[in-house]
C-alpha cells in the first residue's frame, strides 16, 4: 500500500514539473484521439488585449460545440521566453496535432512548430496563426488586415457615388494590392495605385491627387501600411485636405475613422475565432498546404461629423449596420 501511494506521490510531482518546465498553462482532458483536440497558444496580456484574445477563443469554442464532431478545446498561456520543443513534446504526448496561436509569441511558436515532421517528412502539426496584422510569410492563418473586398462593400454602402479609389502602398502590401485589384474589378471600382519605398514618396502622391481636381467620385484608402499610411505623418496631411477638398477618405487602421477618415473596419473577434477553427480543419485534409486569408470577420466604423461635412446621410436602418459611429 505504502509502495502504491509513494509512486503515486511522485508520479504527480513528475508531472507537475514538466507542466512547469514547457512554460504554459495544461487543461487535461481524458480523450486522447487526435481528430478531437484543438490546442489554443495565447500569450498574458492586459486590457484591452486579453478580452481580445478571450473573445477569439470564445468563437473558437462555439464552432467547436456546434461542430458534428465532439471537439475540445485546450487553452494554453504562452510565455514570451518558451521552449518549442518541450511544447512540441507535450502536445504530441496529449495526443493534439491541431493548433491554433495568438498575437506575436503564437506566431513565433507556429514558426517554431511547422518544422516538426513525422517520419515520411509531412508536418506533425497543422498551425495556424490569428490576432495578428501579418502579411504572407510561410505561416497558415487569418491576418488582422481587411480584405479589401469588404472595404469596398462598405464604401458602396457609405459613398456609393464614389468609383475611383487612390492608394499608395509599400511593397510589403503588394499582397494585398493583389486582392483589391480583383475586388475592385467586381465591383466596377477603378484603382489609382502607386508603389512607394518611403513615406516622403507618399506624400508627393497624396499631394499630386489633391491637386489634380478630385472630386465625390474620388476617395483614397489608407492600407494598413506603415510607410504609405504613417500615422504621425501622412494621415494628418491626408485628413486636413481631404476636409478641404471634400473627399473621402477611408482606412483598413480601426482607429482612422475615430481620428476623421470616413470610415474604417475592425475585426469581429468572435467570428474570427470561428474562422480560425475552420482554418485548422482544412489543414488537416492538407496538411502540407499553406492557407492564408485577409480578415473577413469584419465590423464597420463610421465618423458620422466627416460624413455630414462631405454630404452624406444614412437612414436609421443603415446607421444600425454602423457597430461604432463617432464622435461618441
Known sequence: ???????????????????????????????????NKIAIFYPQAREPYNSIYQNIIAGT?????????NITIEKFIIEKKFNAEKIALNLEQNHINKVIVLGRPGWRLAKQLSKFTLDDQTKKFQVVSGALPISPNGVSGISLITDPAYLFNYLEQVAPNVKNIHVAYSKKSAWLIELAKSAALEKGLTLHLQEVSDTA?????????FSSGVSNKDAIWLPFDRISSHDKITLPLILEKAWAKEVVVFSSKPSHAKRG??????????????????MVHELEQQPEQKNFAALKSTLLAVNLRTAA????KYSSEQQQLFKLTFPR
Open 201 to 209: 514618396q507618399a506624400i508627393t502622391f497624396y499631394q499630386q491627387i
Open 61 to 69: 469554442i462555439e464552432a467547436a460545440n456546434k461542430s458534428s464532431k
Open 1 to 35: 500500500m505504502r509502495y502504491c501511494l509513494a509512486n503515486k506521490f511522485f508520479l504527480t510531482i513528475f508531472l507537475m514539473s514538466n507542466l512547469l518546465l514547457v512554460g504554459y498553462s495544461y487543461a487535461e482532458n481524458t480523450n486522447n484521439k487526435y481528430i
Open 309 to 312: 461635412h462631405l454630404g452624406l
Open 261 to 278: 477618415a470616413l470610415f474604417s473596419t475592425y475585426p469581429d473577434n468572435f467570428a474570427l475565432g470561428k474562422h480560425l477553427f475552420t
